[in-house]
């Protein structure tokens, strides 16, 4: 008998910011657009993430594209990744 790993295929490995929103991405190209944590959390949890997931300058200059600061995308995402972290994980 031997098991098999099964892997997500898709997963989240690029991000950046977009439109007050963060756009991610992944080797075959855009898997989701979100503008609100909950909703980017959803979009985690259904694609999941790579091991590594590497952001555009975009996300270091947010204000840029709609956010109100510069760094208001990496904290979108970040409160994404917490709700992710706990919904699934039961971790925050």
Do not use: C, H, P
Not at 17 to 22: E, M
């Amino acid at each position: 008998m031997y098991k098999m790993k099964r892997e997500r295929e898709n997963m989240i490995d690029f991000i950046t910011a977009k439109d007050s929103g963060i756009q991610m991405f992944s080797e075959e190209g855009i898997v989701g657009f979100a503008k609100t944590a909950k909703a980017i959390a959803y979009i985690i949890q259904t694609k999941g993430l790579a091991d590594t997931v590497y952001g555009s300058s975009s996300m270091d200059f947010a204000d840029e594209e709609g956010f109100a600061t510069q760094n208001g995308a990496n904290e979108l995402w970040n409160e994404a990744v917490e709700i992710y972290n706990w919904n699934v994980n039961k971790i925050s």
